[in-house]
């Protein structure tokens, strides 16, 4: 399992930067399952949707799991109005997704900080 914390502002023009760094991290890490620690962000629109989608889709295709944790309010407020529920598995606080996700973990694998500004 890997914790990526993001943090700042998502939008049109760093939500390709975003996509990118959630996918290196995933790669780089080999885990099975991706927490996204939404705490640190200050602004948050469709195009981070965008972007947390198109990880969903690459990582689920390949057998991995993605789940959001400690949404800033920002991005509970689009998470929400955009249906997000229903797609990702979102946690209050980023232990409750690490206990959840727990079964997950493949071979100890380290958990670590990654923040994207």
């Known amino acids: 399992m890997t914790v990526v914390r993001v943090h700042g502002e998502v939008d049109l023009a760093t939500a390709d930067r975003l996509r990118e760094r959630l996918l290196q991290a995933a790669q780089a890490s ?3 399952c991706l927490v996204v620690d ?20 690459v990582l689920t295709g390949q057998g991995r799991h ?23 598995e979102v946690y209050p606080m980023v232990e409750m ?3 959840h996700t727990s079964g997950l973990r493949v ?5 670590f900080d990654n923040p994207v500004p």
Not at 66 to 76: D, F, K, N, R, Y
Not at 107 to 111: A, F, H, R, S, Y
């Open 107 to 111: 071979d100890g694998e380290p958990i």
């Open 66 to 88: 993605v789940v959001l944790a400690e949404p800033a309010p920002i991005a509970e407020r689009v998470l929400e109005a955009l249906g997000m529920r229903r797609l990702f």
């Open 38 to 57: 939404m705490s640190g962000l200050g602004f948050f629109d469709a195009s981070g949707v965008r972007a947390l989608v198109a990880v969903y889709q």
């Open 30 to 32: 080999r885990c099975d």
């Open 97 to 99: 997704a690490l206990t």
